[in-house]
């Protein structure tokens, strides 16, 4: 185990009543905008305790204060209807620890914002499906998740990003890069800049019926792929939904969309060879299934039948956002390569091609289980 090489980590951790001496630290996750790390604590009695310990982003998150609100709300009512149910809370919820004056955070002395959680023993954080089972799973626990907060009152959350899934803002947004050109790449990517323009009519479908009272406003996840839900490492089953930092107010659609565009991508997110990148049907209908098994019985008919626009939306509006980014220089989403942006785009500007050309097949697996 790594020392802790930070006096901020060691500050922060002081701030909390956590059992035991704290004995080490290490970066734990993948995430790309808050700084994650496991910390390790011994008890008198010897048994090694472990949390999880984050400090947010607030370039991203500008209201921690709303944010934690959020977070607190959420799963104060989540752990509430575990308990309601014969479960136990404290593995299928997340667990937000109060400092030890009882605030939701901490902030240092260099104003940075600290929170911690337990870690949930015994489970497993998968960054891709290696077996169709495991995005079964998730399914059952996003919809699950959007069940059980049905009756949360979605207008008490703050929107941390401020239109977060509008994909008409996204959109607006993307004209605007284009205009601007600010890294001088417009011309190379006329191609995919006409693309996004021969699908303007589809950017509001969904925003709109919602504008109209057609659908819903939820309580949503908005950031539901397969790594935010934790497995149990003996059973498989899903245990926890984790990374609420975008929990507000959305549509079920998104959650569900947003699954689809992670998982039923048959190759990496960034693949450059398109010729790799296909939409997956099978790993389609086995989400849709474990998502209506749970979620179903709390959505409207108008939900239901529109979980395909909630696919084809989001897998576009994530495009747009790569293609966005490409075109202001790379300021938002971490690169690695030359044309990474660009190469996201792509895949997922693929996959919306091959949604596309699926329509009444992604229609008829839906009309499966509704």
Known sequence: MKTIAEDYVLEACGAF????????????????????????????????????????????????????????????????????SGGNPDRETMTVVRTKDGKN?????????????????????????????????????????QRLLSDFDASKLHETIYKFHDTRNRYKAFEEAVLRDAAGRSSSVQAEIDFVRARIKDVGY?????????????????????????????SGKGIV??????????????????????????NAEDEPDLAKVNFSQELFDIYTKGFLETAGASLTKAEKDNLPWGARLMTLECGIRFLTDHLDGDKYFRTHRPNHN???????????????????????IVAKYI
């Open 17 to 84: 009543p956590l059992e035991g001496q704290l004995v080490g630290a290490v970066r734990y996750g993948q995430g790309h905008i808050n700084d994650t790390f496991c910390v390790y604590l011994q008890t008198e009695a010897g048994d090694c305790l472990r949390y999880i310990m984050q400090r947010i982003n607030t370039d991203t998150f500008k209201d921690p204060d709303g944010l934690m609100e959020n977070i607190v709300g959420v799963t104060d009512f989540l752990r509430d209807a575990s308990r309601k």
């Open 105 to 145: 955070y901490y902030r240092d002395s260099v104003g940075s914002c600290w929170r911690v959680y337990p870690f949930v023993e015994n489970t497993v954080c998968l960054q891709s499906v290696e077996k169709p089972e495991q995005f079964y799973e998730s399914a059952r626990a996003f919809g699950n998740f």
């Open 206 to 234: 969904l925003m709109d019926k919602l504008d109209r009272g057609e659908l819903p406003l939820r309580v949503t996840h908005n950031d539901t792929k397969l790594n935010n839900v934790l497995l149990d490492k003996d």
């Open 241 to 266: 939904v984790i990374d609420l930092d975008t929990v507000m107010p959305g549509l079920s659609l998104h959650d569900y969309g947003d699954s689809i565009r992670f998982g039923a991508n048959t």
């Open 342 to 364: 660009l190469d996201r785009a792509r895949t997922q500007f693929k996959l919306v091609q091959d949604m596309e050309a699926q329509w009444d097949e992604l229609n008829a």
